[in-house]
């Protein structure tokens, strides 16, 4: 019994949970590589993009790159918040404005965002300019498709009561509305941002003089596939330090503080 306790005990820890699933996608990654069933030329092992890793923090590559794409991701997710955010609540609360841009909403979110790459170059060049408006188109539409949809879940009677004990349009909003749509704000704010990150690196591919996603395919272009190796697993890491240490909990802090924390944590 003691010993099946401290297995549970062991299962369950955090960070057994977290990083253990990667243990035998590491261990499948060396074998491949060790066995050689790719040339070397195409497939490089953990022992070698690690190398490459410290190379290029040693030589300072790496961080100058990785900052320079969380300027750009910054600068484009509060734009993109700027503008989302309000217009989110605009569309959800008036009926004649969601029944005029709703089918704009729909189709601009169907239209990828590297689709605007092209006119965007023509535009604005090879600039941050250009980086950001992508960022921004991409990061908008779905923070707006969740707020409303956010909104449309609060419960009816919630608003009727507010205006009932004497709440105007602005108490409904600021004391009904948006504590209502928060959890829903908060998820369009994670995909968002998940999109976002997506289009920045497709955006330094093509039109970036620095960043991750040029480092990718600079190190393509020199045929040296441990520094594309090297550029998705930062991309990975980033991704998942930003999600964990503020996405997440951001989102946790929206559904406990409006008393949803039970239903939010079944499927955890």
Do not use: N
């Not at 100058?64 to 969380?70: H, I």
């Not at 189709?107 to 300019?129: E, H, K, N, R, Y």
């Amino acid at each position: 019994m003691r010993d099946g306790s401290r297995w549970s005990r062991l299962v369950t820890h955090r960070a057994v949970r977290t990083f253990g699933p990667f243990l035998p996608l590491l261990l499948a990654w060396w074998v491949v590589a060790e066995t050689e069933l790719f040339p070397p030329a195409f497939f490089v092992g953990p022992v070698t993009v690690l190398a490459e890793f410290g190379d290029l923090i040693k030589k300072g590559i790496l961080p100058a790159y990785l900052s320079d794409s969380l300027t750009r991701l910054a600068s484009g997710v509060l734009f993109g918040l700027l503008i989302g955010v309000p217009a989110g609540f605009l569309v959800a609360l008036s009926r004649r404005v969601r029944k005029l841009v709703w089918p704009l909403l729909l189709f601009f979110q169907a239209v990828a965002d590297i689709a605007w790459l092209p006119i965007v170059i023509v535009w604005f060049g090879f600039s941050l300019t250009a980086v950001t408006v992508v960022i921004v188109y991409t990061v908008v539409f779905p923070l707006v498709i969740s707020i409303v949809a956010g909104v449309e879940q609060l419960p009816r009677d919630l608003p009727r009561a507010a205006r009932s004990l004497g709440a105007g349009r602005f108490g409904v909003f600021l004391d009904v509305v948006l504590p209502g749509a928060l959890p829903a704000l908060a998820t369009g704010v994670r995909t968002g941002l998940g999109y976002g990150w997506r289009a920045l690196i497709a955006a330094e591919i093509i039109v970036g003089t620095s960043g991750i996603g040029f480092m990718m395919f600079d190190a393509r272009r020199g045929a040296e596939v441990t520094g594309v190796f090297v550029g998705m697993i930062t991309l990975g890491v980033l991704w998942f330090a930003l999600d964990a240490l503020i996405l997440a909990p951001f989102e946790r802090g929206t559904v406990q503080r409006w008393g949803m924390v039970r239903t939010a944590e079944v499927g955890r």
